[in-house]
């Protein structure tokens, strides 16, 4: 219905400009901070099934004085108009957490949230990213989320990192395994 009506000239309708504005909200919020020099970062993010609001988002801020960047990769359960909604709100509560809790402790406190918003069925998934803009030092933490692979660029070898851990929002007292690494020049 909105392809038909931009392709007749006419305006969305109200509810329809809302869930843009929105969808647009979520991606402002997902742009990366500014990076010291001989640091680089690009995302490239599309919602699954080629809808244009849905319940996947990142978040990232560079804390400790530009020494680091904290980042997070959220899909929140079910598709389209639930799920984003859901992924707003979500992506509001998390990103007043991150840079203001310890690394450590940024997806405890994410499960903390959503235990307490008893969205009955629904949960989310996660990834979480340090990385010590000094070093190249990292540190991985995963509710869940599928996961993320580390390119070696001296190398050239792909491989995945993968700590394991339990979805967020089922159960308050559930474990995030992590994994540390290093970021090398040319590594990604």
Known sequence: QSFDRRA???SAGRGESMLLELRD???LQGELPLLPSGWKAEVEQQQAGG???GGDFLLATVTDDGRSMELVLVDVSGKGVEA???????SGALGGLLGAVPPAGFLKAANDYLIRQEWGEGFATALHLTINLVSGHYR?????HPPAVHYAGGTGVWQVVEPKGMVLGLLPDAEF???EGEL????A
Request: charged content about 20%; proline content about 0%.
């Open 25 to 27: 909200r979520l991606r």
């Open 184 to 187: 090398r020049r040319y590594d």
């Open 177 to 179: 395994g992590w994994v």
């Open 51 to 53: 809808s244009s609001f």
């Open 84 to 90: 984003g909604t859901r992924a707003l709100m979500l």
């Open 140 to 144: 991985i933490t995963n509710a869940g």
């Open 8 to 10: 007749l000239g006419l």
